[in-house]
């Protein structure tokens, strides 16, 4: 829970929670109300009032408690909501790209083995027009890549597919170090393989010659990956884009954005690192930003220094919140609120203060109905205690349901949130599955093998 014994942090969000806001007020003028009735008890009932001022006394007491504590809960839970589903984003957007990048390193790995590939390799480029043909064929089917290229050892590419300019020569140590290498590279920076964008994520593969088993090339594939990420963005977005998603790199540099007229790529964004709760200043406002990396796939933690990043501004971060389109009626939230301690432990102990407050006032009514004649002079401070404790007891309990809707509401959809992930992950592992039974049916050592 954010900010969990820091009355600071709560003072700090409040300004931009409109609604909390308005209960804050209200409350004050409750206490201000209390505090009147005790200051009036003791100056018109000088000789009555030592019975009814202690119970007047710890009415404004529990009051002055439960306000602080109501506030405070209702800001850690609204900043909870909001820090927990821009969390869940900045995690969606790297792990998604990152299990997409572990197919392109089991794809690299596995076109290099492609024996029509290979042999052309070995034979030093012989018969271009029926490789290109199935480079076309592979690239139609995968289609996350910007260009294919099959680089001989000495930098020529002797074929290549894709989106231009496509390269002649290139002098990349890239493919030096894939020759010497027994496994997939990758990188992400500007390479002579790909010259027409200012950085590239590149996966390279050595090949090697059927008949000497030997390397004689090395295979290229530029991965799309702006297309990727807007189609990230474009499926976890939020509607009313009150947000920005991020792929930031390790010096907080943007490597692709979900709104460029916001963060262009290339800028440098504040980072969250440590995951504390606090306003951070970007471009003249304070926002609420939450960073992850890559928990990893299978072992492959992405590109080294990749992060997801969210970002959204306070003055809008509470505009609107999940909670306001989740409610419940009122028997349903009733019975609801006898599990309070499940879903937001410190609800109950805020309840049981509110119940203190309405027994404090009952027995202050009849302290002084027993006096008799007495309790005459006391009608008026009576009437007081009656009515501020009815606006006292209907203000909590608003504020206690809206708590418990809040809380409840922001557990709710943070269950939508991973099961839209989990069938997003689903739907992209069943495509790359289809992807790999059409691909597999064309090998040529498959089909002779039939």
Known sequence: MPFKNNTSGAETFLPFIHDIDRYRRSLNELGLMWRMIEASARMNCPFDS?????????????????????????VAEKVAGVVREIGTKAHYVIDIVV??????????GFLATDRTLCAFMEQGGHDPDRVLARLDSYRNKYTVYDSLLLVAPDGTVLAATGYG????????????????????????????????????????????????????????????????????????????????????????????????????PGQKVPMNLDGQVRMQMFGGRHYLVATHAAAGYQGYMGPPGWYGQVM??????????????????ADRAAGLLQHADAVCPPLRGIMVAAET???????????????????????AVLGQVRDTGERSNALFQNSIHN?????????????????TLMVDLLDRNLYERANDCRWWAQDTALQQAL
Not at 50 to 74: G, K, N, Q
Not at 357 to 367: D, E, F, L
């Open 99 to 108: 299990r997409n990048l572990y197919e392109r390193t089991a794809d690299v």
């Open 50 to 74: 030592d019975r009814i001022l202690p119970t007047i006394a710890s009415a404004r007491s529990h009051f002055d408690a439960l306000e602080h504590d109501l506030v405070h809960r209702l």
């Open 165 to 264: 300019p496509l390269p002649e020569h290139s002098p990349d140590p890239l493919v030096t170090q894939a020759l010497q290498h027994d496994g997939y590279l990758e990188a992400f920076r500007y390479s002579t393989l790909q010259p027409g964008k200012s950085q590239s994520l590149i996966y390279v593969h050595r090949m090697l010659g059927p008949e000497s088993g030997e390397p004689v090339g090395v295979l290229c594939l530029s991965f799309n990956l702006d297309e990727e990420m807007q189609g990230i963005f474009a499926s976890h977005r939020d509607v009313e884009d009150r947000y920005n998603m991020l792929l930031l790199d390790a010096a907080g540099s943007c490597i692709a954005s979900a709104d460029p007229a916001w963060v262009v």
């Open 312 to 329: 959204i501004p306070l003055d809008i971060a509470f505009a609107h919140t999940e909670s306001t389109d989740f409610s419940l009626p």
């Open 403 to 419: 708590l418990y809707e809040t809380t409840l509401a922001s557990d709710v959809h943070e269950a939508r949130r991973v099961a």
């Open 357 to 379: 407050i309405r027994r404090v006032v009952w027995n202050g009514q009849v302290i002084a109905l027993g006096q008799g004649e007495e309790a005459v002079r006391m009608q």
